[in-house]
């Protein structure tokens, strides 16, 4: 938890908190008293947030562990706290969701590390590095990210996995709401990696659905208003296509 009247939801839900940086970043719940924390502060906006937090390894010499995030807007206004903290993942209740980033793995990886300690400070810069073979719109190397996936106009939060394998990262998509963060987990958006490729012009997107199966799927804006009952959009599959290696359209 951040703060002691604050509430943090598992599985990427978390609600806006109105916290100074000093209680986002000395006030934990009472699991995280035996964690190792690393404090975590951006040098420079990203996406109109000031970004702080704590990291909590899975071990002193690891580069994966979970994470707090604040995102602060510069121009004043309620802070949004995203965390993974005790939390598991959802097909798999046993293994906890993890995060790591490009700041975090060369730190670890660099000349020297001798591992993290309860109390240490790293100063991270903001990559916007792209995959360096599928053209993604998708930052290949930073743990997280803003971008528009579903083509409304407003920008959904992405985690990446950080699994450089060879469709590149999948990313975990969640939406912005005045409560904070909620998991956008039905299909396309629980399939998005570095092969897929957006055509927001057509609000379509190409998925690759297995080793050699991909489908262009188009996204259709609900006629009727939003509610808590309501899909926000509506998918519908135009094409399945067999592939050996990634296409293109």
């Given at each position: 938890?951040?703060?002691?009247?604050?509430?943090?939801?598992c599985l990427g839900k978390a609600l806006s908190a109105s916290l100074?940086?000093?209680?986002?970043?000395?006030?934990?719940?009472?699991?995280?008293?035996?964690?190792?924390?690393?404090?975590?502060?951006?040098?420079?906006?990203?996406?109109?947030?000031?970004?702080?937090?704590?990291?909590?390894?899975?071990?002193?010499?690891?580069?994966?562990?979970?994470?707090?995030?604040?995102?602060?807007?510069?121009?004043?206004?309620?802070?949004?706290?995203?965390?993974?903290?005790?939390?598991?993942?959802?097909?798999?209740?046993?293994?906890?969701?993890?995060?790591?980033?490009?700041?975090?793995?060369?730190?670890?990886?660099?000349?020297?590390?001798?591992?993290?300690?309860?109390?240490?400070?790293?100063?991270?810069?903001?990559?916007?590095?792209?995959?360096?073979?599928?053209?993604?719109?998708?930052?290949?190397?930073?743990?997280?990210?803003?971008?528009?996936?579903?083509?409304?106009?407003?920008?959904?939060?992405?985690?990446?996995?950080?699994?450089?394998g060879r469709c590149g990262n999948h990313y975990t998509v969640y939406?912005?709401?005045?409560?904070?963060?909620?998991?956008?987990?039905?299909?396309?958006?629980?399939?998005?990696?570095?092969?897929?490729?957006?055509?927001?012009?057509?609000?379509?997107?190409?998925?690759?659905?297995?080793?050699?199966?991909?489908?262009?799927?188009?996204?259709?804006?609900?006629?009727?208003?939003?509610?808590?009952?309501?899909?926000?959009?509506?998918?519908?599959?135009?094409?399945?296509?067999?592939?050996?290696?990634?296409?293109?359209?």
């Amino acid at each position: 938890m951040f703060g002691l009247n604050s509430k943090t939801y598992c599985l990427g839900k978390a609600l806006s908190a109105s916290l100074t940086l000093f209680l986002a970043l000395t006030v934990g719940c009472q699991k995280k008293n035996t964690k190792t924390s690393i404090v975590l502060v951006y040098d420079e906006p990203i996406n109109g947030y000031n970004v702080s937090g704590r990291f909590y390894p899975f071990g002193s010499s690891t580069e994966t562990g979970q994470v707090e995030l604040r995102f602060a807007p510069v121009n004043g206004g309620e802070a949004l706290v995203f965390s993974n903290v005790d939390c598991f993942e959802e097909d798999n209740p046993e293994h906890p969701m993890k995060y790591t980033d490009n700041n975090i793995y060369d730190s670890v990886f660099s000349e020297g590390f001798a591992g993290f300690h309860d109390g240490d400070s790293l100063i991270c810069h903001y990559s916007d590095a792209k995959h360096p073979n599928f053209g993604s719109p998708l930052n290949y190397d930073a743990g997280f990210q803003f971008f528009d996936v579903d083509f409304d106009g407003e920008d959904e939060f992405l985690i990446n996995d950080y699994y450089r394998g060879r469709c590149g990262n999948h990313y975990t998509v969640y939406e912005i709401t005045s409560v904070g963060f909620v998991l956008k987990n039905d299909y396309p958006f629980n399939s998005i990696t570095n092969e897929t490729q957006f055509y927001p012009e057509k609000k379509q997107v190409y998925i690759r659905v297995d080793e050699d199966k991909y489908e262009l799927v188009n996204l259709l804006l609900n006629a009727k208003p939003f509610d808590d009952t309501a899909d926000t959009f509506q998918c519908k599959i135009l094409n399945t296509l067999k592939a050996r290696g990634s296409r293109r359209i």
